[in-house]
């Protein structure tokens, strides 16, 4: 065997690894099914709404928060005012007069995310604390949906799920983007070694916020769900997904190329918080994998010929291609099945993919050196 060939091998290998590591994240997406949660193990549950300039989105949330098929009594919700330039806080306090469960909160001399949520855990009544952004939206058993599963499973933390809503070309990526990420995230967490989760839809126990020290220590302005995912992970938590279109969440998705690469330098900065290195080495691992591919299938293209193993190498390098992107196509689709969303066709779900290859890891190394800004802020 000549040293292509060896290299065609090793490449097949890794592609295989991949594939049965995407497949064990597709069997992942086991349905929960959902019961009545007994009066008597209804439990009160607080949700934390940390809000920043927010006046143009705060109210759909809220009206949907309002809808909740929840006892009343037992749900509380805090939308923690981080020094707002608009009117955040005087919508929340207009609602918050004719809804007894709503209240609105002011940060004296701290900000930030991390900060807010810090607050609202701090003035939270509810055992359970869920944490929303102030423009997401979400459906009427969300809540409960939460309370049955929390009923059930004694997690510490829950990740949720949350999907991107988008039309034209940027719109369908970031939805294909996210709808892979979240089945990485079901994986990572049945693997044991979650990276990953979202601010925008999740959930713990009080206690186990506090037991953990929440955010102190934690000197960056983002990254609040990654950071705490880890630090319960290190402190030995139990950390859970729950995969239910009932809990799932949908944001808006960026609406132009400036905000859609500000956020994923954002995102990209959050992964500072990860401290499982091998974790961490299997998301660089699967970040690189494709470029290898690339890298040695050009280099066989240039340099092998007919009569020279040309054959052997062609044949493991497109079977490794098709071991790298089938299975993630798969999965994107099975994250759209199970969900009850829009399924995307395999080629565009594939586009999608070969474009977030392209940009990831120059976003990775992007966001070692770039801090953006968010709604005013250094992040």
Partial sequence: ????????????????????RTNAWRAALVPDPATDVPSQDRVPITLVVPAR???????????????????????EVLVVDD??????????????????????????????KKAAITAGVMAAKGRIVVVT?????????????IADHAAKHPWDLLVLPVLTEGDGLLGRLQQEEQAALLGA????????????????????RREAFLAVGGYTGDVFASGDDVFLLQRMRMAGKDIAVLMDRDALVTVAAARTWSEWAAQRLRWAGKMRGVRDP????????????????????????????????????WTLLVAAWGLWCIPLVQLTGD?????????SHPLRTCWA?????????????????IRPHWKGRPT
Avoid: K
Wanted: aromatic fraction near 8%.
């Fill in 278 to 313: 091998v974790g961490g080495a299997l998301a660089v691992f699967g970040l690189l994998l494709p470029w290898g591919l690339a890298a040695l299938t050009s280099a066989v293209v240039l340099h092998l010929r007919p009569g020279q193993g040309l054959l052997f190498a």
């Fill in 53 to 75: 300039n927010a006046a143009d989105t705060l109210p759909a949330l809220l009206q949907d928060l309002h809808a909740q098929n929840y006892p009343a009594e037992l749900l």
């Fill in 83 to 112: 020094h707002s330039e608009d009117n955040t806080s005087g919508i929340t306090g207009s609602m918050a007069r004719t809804w007894s469960s709503l209240r609105v909160l002011s940060m004296g001399t701290a900000q930030g």
């Fill in 335 to 343: 994250v759209h099945r199970f969900l009850g969303t829009e399924r």
């Fill in 1 to 20: 065997m000549t040293s292509w060939g060896m290299l065609a091998l090793m490449a097949f290998a890794a592609a295989a690894f991949h594939a049965l």
């Fill in 133 to 145: 952004d102030a423009d997401a939206r979400c459906g009427p058993r969300r809540i409960a949906r």
């Fill in 185 to 204: 995230l079901v994986g990572g967490v049945d693997e044991g070694r979650p990276v990953l989760a979202n601010g925008a839809n999740l959930a713990f």
């Fill in 353 to 369: 993919l070969v474009a977030f290859t392209l940009y990831a890891p120059m976003i990775a190394l992007a966001a070692l050196f």
